[in-house]
């Protein structure tokens, strides 16, 4: 059992990590699980608090993840139509569009919302889209960060 679960925090570790940048895959949740995987190792160098700490952390992150589009938008100028396009973009993304829209889904919306609020030209608007898609740069920052320091974890935990 114990080499099971070794076996199984590595590549959660390893598909948590990759999945930081393939939209797809829930990255650090999958983290975070290797390392509950390596904790049941009965060898286990993980204490409850470092588990605790990292699956706040990895919370955290999820929520910025849906959080982050909507505040980029306000940050590069962004009217309350940009801001709402933008979370409605998140999910709309998501559902019709599957990675990709993950991606396309807070920009166009961001530009749409912008746009129909009649205040807004091309250009601002496309500048408002843009702050969105940062979102995306940065949210994959975090989620490539956390989930490296949690796959550093898992393997000093398990050799």
């Known amino acids: ?17 990759l999945g930081a940048v393939v939209p797809i895959l829930p990255g650090t949740m999958l983290s975070f699980a290797g390392m509950l995987c390596a ?11 470092k588990l605790w700490l990292w699956g706040i952390i990895s919370a955290i992150i999820i929520i910025l993840d849906y959080i982050l589009p909507a505040y980029f938008s306000k940050v590069f100028g962004g009217s ?4 709402t396009g933008a979370t409605i973009g998140v999910f709309a993304g998501m559902i019709f569009m599957g990675p990709l829209g993950i991606i396309l889904g807070p920009f166009v919306g961001a530009v749409i919302g912008e746009l129909l609020n009649r205040q807004q030209t091309l250009d601002r ?10 979102s995306f740069f940065v949210g994959t920052g975090m989620k490539l960060i956390a989930g490296g320091f949690m796959m550093y974890y898992i393997w000093t935990d398990i050799f």
């Open 1 to 17: 059992m114990d080499t099971f679960l070794a076996i199984m925090a590595i590549l959660c570790g390893i598909i948590g990590v």
């Open 39 to 49: 904790y049941f190792i009965p060898s286990t160098q993980l204490t409850p608090g």
């Open 80 to 83: 309350k139509a940009g801001i």
């Open 125 to 134: 608007a496309l500048i408002v889209g843009f702050g969105s898609l940062m």
